[in-house]
């Protein structure tokens, strides 16, 4: 069973910059995928980054692509998520999630999921 814990949230100043990590145990490297999705309060979850973990191919959504960037360190487990360029629209929820099933930004199909940790970006 897939156990994932996010850490790294915080509150930052537009511009500013955090890292997510996001430690995992009972990955299936190789064939799983890893992402993270944000839910901001009133909106629907979406797809912000996702790492194959077999190939290293990575997506990005539009909102994010140039200023995020997802990595893993198979060593340690973990999954990274560097922001930068921090805007107020980025305020959310931060969740991390694993799985190998469907596009890489369909909820559906990521079987386990983190706890999140919260994002707040201010002006």
């Known amino acids: 069973q897939v156990q994932l814990v996010e850490s790294g949230g915080g509150s930052v100043q537009a511009g500013g910059s955090l890292r997510l990590s996001c430690v995992g145990s009972?990955?299936?490297?190789?064939?799983?995928?890893l992402a993270w999705f944000r839910q901001a309060p009133g909106k629907s979850r979406e797809a912000v980054a996702s790492?194959?973990?077999?190939?290293?191919?990575?997506n990005y959504a539009d909102s994010v692509k140039d200023r995020f960037v997802i990595s893993q360190d198979i060593a340690k487990n973990t999954l990274y998520l560097q922001m930068n360029d921090l805007r107020p629209e980025d305020t959310a929820m931060y969740y991390c999630?694993?799985?190998?099933?469907?596009?890489?930004?369909?909820?559906?199909?990521?079987?386990?999921w983190g706890q999140g940790t919260q994002v707040t970006v201010s002006s």
């Open positions: 999630a694993a799985g190998n099933d469907g596009a890489w930004y369909e909820q559906q199909g990521y079987r386990s």
């Open positions: 009972g990955i299936t490297y190789q064939s799983d995928c």
């Open positions: 790492i194959y973990t077999g190939s290293g191919i990575k």
